[in-house]
């Protein structure tokens, strides 16, 4: 039993964590962040942000897939079992006090700061912009600022792509802090999970659904079949008698993530390494593994897409303690700088 | 009697004006924009918006200057004759509909575009930022056309500097409009004052409080006749009987602003270029003219200054006015570009 789990949710640390809404999700959020959403809703006060307005900064010319995934999303959630009696699910654009304190603490970073941010750097490279950056790209880092401390999150998990996203928003605590004579806002610690990325059905290193080789939490079956089927493996591997590969071939990737029976993996890998094991048959496996796995998450996704305002009235409860949480925030932080509260 | 003073208030054109809260107001604020608020209201739907966010774009290191300035500027609005019973007077820091716009609009502009905008070059030059510019300052013109679109304001009155800055906020509402495949914001057309600007005591180009040459509506008739007797006239006029230069002649340029009898001020100019007229009973009659301009709105503004809460109450009612149709702007832009309302 972890030491937490008998605290009061008030006393548990804060964490933040949430989704850009830019499509349904996939197996590459579940291991990466769902199943631990999971675990940490038990040991922490956990609030799951919708991203719908960050989702906007590079998709301003398609708004409505934004709106159209936030319920797919909140689908997904709860689906895997994030349960809202102990994760709060919140909408970020209903929430105005994250807009007050984004447009706040871009008066307390500079150009020059963001511009040199690696995330952003890459971003803008893997996006194409060039020098066409929509300004609100460049502000997202300040806008999750806003977002973590809003919630006075202090531990919010993130890819190690991330991490500079969490120094940006330390180096505006410690800014807001220093400008208000006292500590108003806590610093947040990146927790980045120990479990690698899962490779794309491509082998591509990251799953993706613009890269088209994702397997979806809603994916049926024969969906599933389909996506092993096209499954990188070993290239060299031409006869089920030759000598196979395991390290790169993402069908044992998969299996390590996914097949509960380590041994008999292990004993898969040494078959294959040696000879005599066929890609139809690491695939048949792989295939019962996962269907095994997404199966009652897909049935249950689908149970509560029929009900969509029952999950928007989670979503929207979410929303509404959020708001007061962050709202609180908002007008600490503007008391704490000596800022004129009108009301 | 102008066309529009029979029609409704709805039916006038909107107009959207302001200060940002950095310090009380002055004379050159008085030529140069509250004279005209005094007459717009009458014929024009009148918003007059007090700036406190963007004032701490570039005063984040002490932003109780801003807090403690919004009174200020309010007693002297009041003071010079703009009535709460035709002119909205708001705080922009109350509207979080701004803030979420200001953000929502960041991703349709590129920060190339806002680095290229002249009036933002111009004065990150003025401020010295060099690199080091606050992301909040580069974002100033993108919270601008938050505020003139939230409003649906159609006229701003600006000075011929920040004519770029209208420009922007056309071209976003251009780009939110094309998106949303409808008209949903209106364009502005900015309006620049005829009359030229003031200059300051020490002839220099601009009247500013942070150049120390300002003369404000709270000055008593012996810190005017101060400022008047520092005033800058003609460095070629050491004697009397010399003939005087009248152009650039700041004490000149007072009195054609401000002196109602032109045909005195016509012969006092023919007298002095001639020779014969000296500065101190040219600086006698301004100091008379300015006191007589200014003593009664003292006298208002010391008044006013004693009921601080009833002053701001007059801020509070017109914040809420605005508040709410600020939100149905940003209610009609979600709607508009199809983004998801959770309420």
């Known amino acids: 039993m972890p030491p937490n789990s008998q605290a009061s949710s008030v006393s548990r640390p804060i964490i933040l964590t949430g989704d850009r809404p830019t499509g ?10 769902l199943l631990n959403r999971v675990a940490f809703q038990r040991t922490h006060q956990q609030f799951v942000l919708i991203a719908d307005a960050q989702g906007l900064t590079d998709n301003a010319s398609n708004p409505t897939k934004i709106r159209d995934n936030i319920l797919e999303v909140t689908l997904d959630y709860l689906a895997v079992g994030i349960d809202p009696q102990h994760t709060t699910i919140c909408l970020q654009s209903a929430m105005p006090a994250l807009s007050e304190l984004t447009l706040l603490f871009l008066n307390y970073v500079t150009v020059a700061r963001l511009e040199r941010n690696p995330t952003i750097k890459d971003e803008i490279q893997a996006r194409g912009f060039g020098r066409d950056i929509p300004a609100g790209f460049l502000c997202y880092p300040v806008a999750q600022a806003a977002d973590i401390t809003a919630f006075k999150a202090t531990v919010v998990p993130v890819g190690d792509d991330q991490v500079p996203i969490i120094e940006q928003t330390n180096e505006i605590v410690r800014r807001v ?6 500590i108003v806002l806590p610093e947040a610690k990146a927790v980045v999970p120990t479990v690698g990325r899962l490779p794309g059905v491509d082998g591509q290193a990251k799953m993706s659904k613009s890269q088209g080789n994702a397997i979806f939490l809603s994916a049926s079956p024969e969906q599933i079949r389909q996506a092993v089927r096209q499954m990188y493996t070993d290239p060299d591997h031409i006869r089920v008698s030759d000598p196979g590969r395991v390290e790169g071939n993402v069908v044992f990737t998969y299996l390590d993530a996914f097949d509960p029976a380590r041994d008999e993996v292990d004993e898969l890998k040494a078959h294959y390494r040696r000879g005599g094991l066929g890609d139809t048959a690491l695939k048949d496996r792989l295939t019962n593994v996962l269907t095994t796995l997404i199966e009652p998450i897909r049935e249950r996704r689908a149970q509560l897409a029929q009900r969509p305002s029952d999950v928007l009235d989670v979503v929207r409860a979410g929303t509404n303690k959020s708001r007061s949480v962050t709202q609180s925030t908002m007008d600490e932080v503007r008391e704490a700088l000596g800022l004129f509260a009108l009301l």
């Not at 349904?24 to 962040?33: A, E, F, I």
């Open 24 to 33: 349904p999700l996939h197996l590459g959020h579940y291991v990466g962040t």
């Open 177 to 182: 802090n220093r400008q208000a004579g006292r």
